[in-house]
């Protein structure tokens, strides 16, 4: 019988796992970000809120551009980390190339990171649609490569 696709002892899984939790991880970074931005700014979404900032006066808000900044910059990695997660899995099963498949994982991921450096300095356009681009395109090619193969 032939090893399982999905444990750590196949080398595309290993870095897939890795790269799958770190991004994860990093998206998971974004929501702590904006609590964080939310109490500098004092610029809370929840009028119960209110209570735990500096300012006990402070009235709700859901326009402050810096908190909003780091909120879109978070929606942005949900709608991307996720299906890359989803997508690398199917991936996974069609035994690609390791070193192929190491490529996509670490594009993917280094895309994400630039794409957040881009999104909250922020750099000129285009840097932060290159980052995305740059991951959609090789979540993309994670997914026709799997389509592909799934009808040889």
């Given amino acids: 019988m032939s090893e399982p696709f999905y444990t750590l002892k ?25 609590s964080r931005e939310r109490f500098v700014k004092n610029a809370f979404a929840n009028p119960e809120d209110i209570q735990l900032g500096r300012d006990k006066q402070a009235k709700v808000t859901l326009t402050d551009p810096d908190v909003e900044r780091v909120r879109r910059n978070h ?10 997660v989803i997508i690398g899995l199917l991936y ?5 190339s390791s070193t192929t498949a190491l490529w ?28 995305f681009a740059i991951g959609y395109a090789t ?8 389509l592909r193969a799934l009808f040889k």
């Avoid at 996974?92 to 690609?96: A, K, L």
């Fill in 104 to 131: 996509h994982f670490r594009t993917f991921f280094f895309s994400r990171i630039f794409h957040t450096i881009a999104y909250q300095l922020p750099l000129p356009q285009p840097s932060r649609a290159v980052g």
């Fill in 139 to 146: 979540t993309m090619s994670m997914a026709i490569q799997f």
């Fill in 92 to 96: 996974v099963s069609i035994n690609p």
């Fill in 10 to 34: 196949n080398e595309v899984f290993a870095n897939f796992a890795y790269y799958a939790t770190i991004s994860t991880l990093k998206m998971m970074a974004m929501s702590l970000l904006t």
């Fill in 75 to 84: 929606l942005n990695d949900i709608e991307n980390i996720v299906p890359f």
